[in-house]
Protein backbone atom coordinates (compact mmCIF):
# COMPACT_ATOMS: atom_id res chain seq x y z
CA UNK A 1 0.00 0.00 0.00
CA UNK A 2 1.57 3.76 -1.07
CA UNK A 3 1.15 5.27 1.89
CA UNK A 4 4.43 7.61 1.88
CA UNK A 5 4.92 10.72 3.53
CA UNK A 6 7.05 12.58 0.96
CA UNK A 7 3.77 13.23 -1.38
CA UNK A 8 3.73 16.83 -1.32
CA UNK A 9 0.97 19.27 -3.24
CA UNK A 10 1.82 23.13 -4.42
CA UNK A 11 -0.58 25.13 -5.62
CA UNK A 12 -0.40 26.58 -9.11
CA UNK A 13 -0.50 30.10 -9.00
CA UNK A 14 -2.74 31.86 -11.67
CA UNK A 15 -3.20 28.31 -13.45
CA UNK A 16 -6.81 29.02 -15.06
CA UNK A 17 -7.08 31.33 -17.74
CA UNK A 18 -10.56 32.79 -18.13
CA UNK A 19 -10.77 34.98 -21.31
CA UNK A 20 -12.36 38.20 -20.92
CA UNK A 21 -15.90 38.45 -21.09
CA UNK A 22 -16.49 34.97 -19.43
CA UNK A 23 -17.94 35.02 -15.31
CA UNK A 24 -17.46 31.85 -13.81
CA UNK A 25 -19.45 33.54 -10.78
CA UNK A 26 -18.02 30.81 -9.21
CA UNK A 27 -17.21 27.15 -10.53
CA UNK A 28 -19.20 24.97 -8.46
CA UNK A 29 -17.48 21.87 -9.94
CA UNK A 30 -14.77 20.41 -12.05
CA UNK A 31 -13.70 17.19 -13.85
CA UNK A 32 -11.45 15.75 -15.55
CA UNK A 33 -11.71 13.44 -19.54
CA UNK A 34 -8.95 10.77 -20.72
CA UNK A 35 -7.21 13.27 -21.99
CA UNK A 36 -6.75 15.38 -18.94
CA UNK A 37 -8.50 18.35 -20.32
CA UNK A 38 -10.37 19.78 -17.32
CA UNK A 39 -14.40 20.68 -17.54
CA UNK A 40 -15.76 23.54 -15.48
CA UNK A 41 -19.32 23.98 -14.64
CA UNK A 42 -20.10 27.62 -13.08
CA UNK A 43 -22.80 29.42 -12.43
CA UNK A 44 -21.67 32.52 -14.77
CA UNK A 45 -22.46 33.24 -18.39
CA UNK A 46 -20.78 30.25 -19.89
CA UNK A 47 -21.92 27.26 -17.97
CA UNK A 48 -19.64 25.02 -19.24
CA UNK A 49 -15.61 25.95 -19.59
CA UNK A 50 -12.77 23.75 -20.90
CA UNK A 51 -9.53 23.83 -19.80
CA UNK A 52 -5.90 22.01 -21.35
CA UNK A 53 -3.26 21.45 -18.52
CA UNK A 54 -1.72 24.48 -18.94
CA UNK A 55 -5.16 26.17 -18.45
CA UNK A 56 -6.14 27.67 -21.45
CA UNK A 57 -9.50 27.41 -22.42
CA UNK A 58 -10.18 25.06 -25.21
CA UNK A 59 -13.59 25.10 -25.90
CA UNK A 60 -17.30 26.06 -24.42
CA UNK A 61 -20.98 25.91 -24.36
CA UNK A 62 -24.25 25.81 -22.80
CA UNK A 63 -26.10 29.10 -23.34
CA UNK A 64 -27.64 30.30 -26.63
CA UNK A 65 -28.13 33.85 -25.15
CA UNK A 66 -26.68 37.21 -24.91
CA UNK A 67 -24.74 38.21 -22.03
CA UNK A 68 -27.14 40.46 -21.19
CA UNK A 69 -29.88 37.90 -20.52
CA UNK A 70 -30.33 37.65 -16.84
CA UNK A 71 -33.14 36.08 -14.30
CA UNK A 72 -33.37 36.55 -10.43
CA UNK A 73 -33.62 33.11 -9.07
CA UNK A 74 -33.36 32.39 -4.93
CA UNK A 75 -30.55 30.08 -4.28
CA UNK A 76 -30.12 27.15 -2.09
CA UNK A 77 -30.03 29.67 1.48
CA UNK A 78 -32.70 31.63 0.58
CA UNK A 79 -30.95 34.42 -1.45
CA UNK A 80 -32.80 36.19 -4.33
CA UNK A 81 -29.93 36.86 -6.69
CA UNK A 82 -29.48 37.45 -10.46
CA UNK A 83 -28.05 34.69 -12.62
CA UNK A 84 -27.27 34.46 -16.65
CA UNK A 85 -30.28 32.63 -18.66
CA UNK A 86 -28.42 29.51 -19.79
CA UNK A 87 -29.56 25.87 -20.32
CA UNK A 88 -29.16 25.22 -16.33
CA UNK A 89 -31.38 26.49 -13.95
CA UNK A 90 -28.28 26.39 -11.12
CA UNK A 91 -25.21 24.17 -11.91
CA UNK A 92 -23.96 22.41 -8.89
CA UNK A 93 -21.77 19.03 -9.78
CA UNK A 94 -20.34 17.52 -13.67
CA UNK A 95 -18.88 14.09 -13.50
CA UNK A 96 -16.97 12.26 -16.32
CA UNK A 97 -17.55 8.71 -16.95
CA UNK A 98 -15.71 5.76 -18.00
CA UNK A 99 -16.71 6.67 -21.74
CA UNK A 100 -15.95 10.01 -21.53
CA UNK A 101 -19.72 11.25 -21.53
CA UNK A 102 -20.17 14.32 -19.19
CA UNK A 103 -23.08 14.27 -16.10
CA UNK A 104 -24.60 17.30 -15.27
CA UNK A 105 -26.54 17.81 -12.40
CA UNK A 106 -28.84 21.20 -12.23
CA UNK A 107 -29.96 20.62 -8.30
CA UNK A 108 -32.59 23.83 -8.61
CA UNK A 109 -33.83 22.31 -11.64
CA UNK A 110 -34.13 18.94 -10.41
CA UNK A 111 -32.72 16.97 -13.27
CA UNK A 112 -29.41 15.30 -14.84
CA UNK A 113 -28.43 14.97 -17.94
CA UNK A 114 -25.93 12.93 -19.61
CA UNK A 115 -24.30 14.76 -22.11
CA UNK A 116 -21.21 14.80 -24.98
CA UNK A 117 -18.29 16.53 -24.39
CA UNK A 118 -19.70 19.40 -26.86
CA UNK A 119 -22.81 19.95 -24.78
CA UNK A 120 -25.10 17.28 -26.69
CA UNK A 121 -28.34 16.15 -24.80
CA UNK A 122 -27.99 12.58 -24.46
CA UNK A 123 -30.11 11.39 -21.46
CA UNK A 124 -32.14 13.45 -18.96
CA UNK A 125 -33.56 12.35 -15.39
CA UNK A 126 -36.03 14.18 -13.96
CA UNK A 127 -38.73 15.71 -14.76
CA UNK A 128 -37.81 19.19 -13.96
CA UNK A 129 -40.62 19.32 -11.28
CA UNK A 130 -39.56 18.50 -7.61
CA UNK A 131 -40.85 16.04 -5.16
CA UNK A 132 -41.76 16.62 -2.14
CA UNK A 133 -39.82 17.49 0.08
CA UNK A 134 -37.99 14.91 2.31
CA UNK A 135 -40.67 12.30 0.51
CA UNK A 136 -37.42 10.04 -0.48
CA UNK A 137 -39.01 10.64 -4.11
CA UNK A 138 -37.26 11.85 -7.02
CA UNK A 139 -35.83 14.32 -7.11
CA UNK A 140 -35.75 17.35 -4.92
CA UNK A 141 -32.72 19.23 -5.59
CA UNK A 142 -30.12 16.60 -6.39
CA UNK A 143 -26.21 17.31 -5.76
CA UNK A 144 -24.04 14.68 -7.34
CA UNK A 145 -24.21 11.63 -9.62
CA UNK A 146 -21.51 9.06 -10.60
CA UNK A 147 -21.49 5.83 -13.00
CA UNK A 148 -19.99 2.43 -12.78
CA UNK A 149 -17.28 1.40 -14.92
CA UNK A 150 -18.12 -1.77 -14.74
CA UNK A 151 -21.90 -1.77 -15.33
CA UNK A 152 -22.88 1.63 -16.33
CA UNK A 153 -25.02 1.91 -13.47
CA UNK A 154 -25.90 5.47 -12.46
CA UNK A 155 -25.98 6.51 -8.37
CA UNK A 156 -27.13 9.82 -7.67
CA UNK A 157 -27.35 11.32 -4.18
CA UNK A 158 -30.56 13.59 -3.41
CA UNK A 159 -29.77 15.66 -1.00
CA UNK A 160 -30.61 19.09 -0.58
CA UNK A 161 -34.37 18.49 -0.53
CA UNK A 162 -34.31 14.98 0.40
CA UNK A 163 -31.57 12.55 2.15
CA UNK A 164 -31.15 9.91 -0.49
CA UNK A 165 -29.43 7.69 -2.67
CA UNK A 166 -30.67 6.47 -5.99
CA UNK A 167 -29.83 3.47 -8.10
CA UNK A 168 -30.38 3.13 -12.19
CA UNK A 169 -29.62 0.58 -14.71
CA UNK A 170 -27.04 2.01 -17.66
CA UNK A 171 -30.65 3.29 -19.20
CA UNK A 172 -31.81 5.12 -16.08
CA UNK A 173 -34.22 2.45 -15.09
CA UNK A 174 -34.48 3.01 -11.33
CA UNK A 175 -33.17 0.18 -9.14
CA UNK A 176 -33.52 1.06 -5.78
CA UNK A 177 -33.14 3.90 -3.38
CA UNK A 178 -32.01 4.25 0.24
CA UNK A 179 -31.50 6.34 3.10
CA UNK A 180 -33.37 8.43 5.41
CA UNK A 181 -32.72 12.06 7.18
CA UNK A 182 -31.15 11.63 10.59
CA UNK A 183 -27.45 11.42 12.00
CA UNK A 184 -27.34 7.91 13.29
CA UNK A 185 -25.11 5.37 11.16
CA UNK A 186 -27.02 5.07 7.38
CA UNK A 187 -28.18 8.19 7.95
CA UNK A 188 -27.87 11.54 6.06
CA UNK A 189 -28.00 15.29 6.91
CA UNK A 190 -27.40 16.59 3.73
CA UNK A 191 -25.50 13.78 1.59
CA UNK A 192 -23.80 16.08 -0.91
CA UNK A 193 -21.16 14.06 -3.02
CA UNK A 194 -20.39 10.62 -4.17
CA UNK A 195 -18.32 8.10 -5.38
CA UNK A 196 -17.51 4.59 -5.93
CA UNK A 197 -14.72 2.67 -4.78
CA UNK A 198 -13.32 -0.81 -6.43
CA UNK A 199 -17.46 -0.55 -8.05
CA UNK A 200 -18.77 -2.26 -5.24
CA UNK A 201 -19.20 0.39 -2.61
CA UNK A 202 -20.41 3.43 -2.57
CA UNK A 203 -19.08 6.75 -0.68
CA UNK A 204 -21.09 9.21 0.57
CA UNK A 205 -20.01 12.98 2.14
CA UNK A 206 -22.88 13.36 4.12
CA UNK A 207 -21.97 16.84 5.08
CA UNK A 208 -23.92 17.98 7.97
CA UNK A 209 -23.25 15.40 10.06
CA UNK A 210 -19.19 15.67 9.45
CA UNK A 211 -18.31 12.17 7.87
CA UNK A 212 -17.82 10.08 4.87
CA UNK A 213 -20.14 6.45 5.09
CA UNK A 214 -19.53 3.90 3.19
CA UNK A 215 -22.23 1.43 1.38
CA UNK A 216 -22.56 -1.36 -0.75
CA UNK A 217 -24.35 -0.41 -3.95
CA UNK A 218 -27.39 -2.40 -2.41
CA UNK A 219 -27.23 0.34 0.46
CA UNK A 220 -26.20 -2.15 3.45
CA UNK A 221 -23.90 0.19 6.01
CA UNK A 222 -20.04 -0.32 6.31
CA UNK A 223 -17.98 2.07 8.15
CA UNK A 224 -17.38 5.58 8.16
CA UNK A 225 -14.96 8.14 9.33
CA UNK A 226 -15.22 11.52 10.49
CA UNK A 227 -14.78 14.47 8.12
CA UNK A 228 -15.30 18.14 8.67
CA UNK A 229 -17.80 19.42 6.31
CA UNK A 230 -17.23 16.91 3.84
CA UNK A 231 -18.23 18.09 0.37
CA UNK A 232 -16.63 16.54 -2.15
CA UNK A 233 -14.75 12.95 -2.42
CA UNK A 234 -13.04 11.34 -5.51
CA UNK A 235 -11.36 7.70 -5.14
CA UNK A 236 -8.41 6.32 -7.54
CA UNK A 237 -6.59 3.07 -7.42
CA UNK A 238 -8.18 0.06 -6.25
CA UNK A 239 -7.70 -2.72 -4.01
CA UNK A 240 -4.95 -1.39 -1.60
CA UNK A 241 -3.56 1.11 -3.57
CA UNK A 242 -6.93 2.91 -3.29
CA UNK A 243 -7.10 6.37 -2.39
CA UNK A 244 -9.77 8.93 -1.31
CA UNK A 245 -9.84 12.34 -1.52
CA UNK A 246 -12.12 14.42 0.66
CA UNK A 247 -12.14 18.42 0.22
CA UNK A 248 -13.52 19.78 3.63
CA UNK A 249 -15.70 23.29 3.80
CA UNK A 250 -15.15 25.36 5.99
CA UNK A 251 -16.20 26.63 9.80
CA UNK A 252 -19.58 28.18 10.82
CA UNK A 253 -19.13 31.65 10.80
CA UNK A 254 -18.55 31.75 14.53
CA UNK A 255 -15.49 30.02 14.19
CA UNK A 256 -14.41 32.15 10.68
CA UNK A 257 -11.05 32.51 10.43
CA UNK A 258 -9.93 29.79 13.21
CA UNK A 259 -7.14 28.00 12.12
CA UNK A 260 -7.18 24.20 10.79
CA UNK A 261 -10.96 23.81 10.72
CA UNK A 262 -11.62 22.59 7.00
CA UNK A 263 -10.72 24.19 4.18
CA UNK A 264 -8.71 21.81 3.15
CA UNK A 265 -8.47 19.28 1.19
CA UNK A 266 -6.99 15.51 2.84
CA UNK A 267 -6.11 11.89 1.21
CA UNK A 268 -7.13 8.72 2.71
CA UNK A 269 -6.77 4.96 2.01
CA UNK A 270 -9.60 3.05 1.82
CA UNK A 271 -10.02 2.46 5.81
CA UNK A 272 -10.12 5.68 5.97
CA UNK A 273 -5.90 6.25 7.62
CA UNK A 274 -5.00 9.57 6.60
CA UNK A 275 -2.10 9.92 4.41
CA UNK A 276 -1.91 13.81 3.48
CA UNK A 277 -3.47 16.72 3.94
CA UNK A 278 -3.15 20.26 1.84
CA UNK A 279 -4.42 23.74 2.16
CA UNK A 280 -3.40 26.55 4.29
CA UNK A 281 -3.99 26.64 7.68
CA UNK A 282 -6.41 29.93 6.94
CA UNK A 283 -8.96 30.71 4.81
CA UNK A 284 -8.54 33.26 2.18
CA UNK A 285 -7.99 34.49 -1.72
CA UNK A 286 -4.41 33.58 -2.07
CA UNK A 287 -3.68 30.73 -4.40
CA UNK A 288 -3.03 28.59 -2.31
CA UNK A 289 -5.51 29.02 0.17
CA UNK A 290 -9.16 27.93 0.29
CA UNK A 291 -12.47 29.70 0.42
CA UNK A 292 -15.22 26.73 0.51
CA UNK A 293 -14.48 23.95 -1.08
CA UNK A 294 -17.22 22.27 -3.05
CA UNK A 295 -15.96 19.69 -5.75
CA UNK A 296 -12.77 18.19 -6.66
CA UNK A 297 -11.10 16.22 -9.52
CA UNK A 298 -8.15 14.26 -10.43
CA UNK A 299 -6.21 13.87 -13.40
CA UNK A 300 -4.12 10.82 -14.61
CA UNK A 301 -0.53 12.53 -12.79
CA UNK A 302 -2.54 13.00 -9.56
CA UNK A 303 -2.96 16.55 -9.67
CA UNK A 304 -5.86 17.98 -8.14
CA UNK A 305 -8.14 20.57 -9.44
CA UNK A 306 -10.43 22.24 -6.58
CA UNK A 307 -13.68 24.39 -7.50
CA UNK A 308 -15.20 26.37 -4.91
CA UNK A 309 -18.07 27.78 -4.51
CA UNK A 310 -16.66 30.97 -3.13
CA UNK A 311 -19.21 34.50 -4.29
CA UNK A 312 -21.96 32.16 -2.17
CA UNK A 313 -19.49 31.74 0.72
CA UNK A 314 -17.84 35.19 0.82
CA UNK A 315 -18.16 37.19 -2.12
CA UNK A 316 -22.05 37.98 -1.96
CA UNK A 317 -21.28 39.31 1.58
CA UNK A 318 -18.76 41.74 0.65
CA UNK A 319 -19.62 45.16 -0.33
CA UNK A 320 -20.24 45.92 -3.28
CA UNK A 321 -20.88 42.10 -4.19
CA UNK A 322 -17.46 40.72 -6.17
CA UNK A 323 -16.25 37.51 -7.88
CA UNK A 324 -13.66 35.64 -5.57
CA UNK A 325 -11.38 32.92 -7.04
CA UNK A 326 -13.12 29.60 -7.63
CA UNK A 327 -10.97 27.36 -9.26
CA UNK A 328 -7.19 25.93 -8.52
CA UNK A 329 -5.11 23.41 -9.37
CA UNK A 330 -2.59 21.70 -6.70
CA UNK A 331 0.56 19.67 -8.60
CA UNK A 332 1.48 16.81 -7.30
CA UNK A 333 5.40 16.68 -6.22
CA UNK A 334 7.17 13.53 -5.55
Known amino acids: MNT ?34 VYVFNRGNMPVIVLDQEGNVINYWGTD ?6 VIRTDAYGNSLQFWETWFVRPHAITIDHEDNLWVVDDSGHQIHKMSKTGEFLLSLGTGKPSKKQSGEMFNRPTDVVVSKTTGEIFISDGYGNSRIHRFDSEGNHILSFGESGTERGKFNL ?41 AVEVTGSGDNTKIYVAEQGPAPVQRGVANIGNCVRIYNKNGNQILRFGDEHFGENFDQFL ?10 ENIYIAEVSFTEWGRH ?13 SKKN
Open 4 to 37: KKSIKYEAIEGWAKIPHGFWLREATSVAVDSNDN
Open 65 to 70: NSINDT
Open 191 to 231: PHNIALIDDDEIIVCDRENNRVQIFSVDGEYKREWMAHKAV
Open 292 to 301: WPHSLAIDSK
Open 318 to 330: QTPRREMPSLKKW
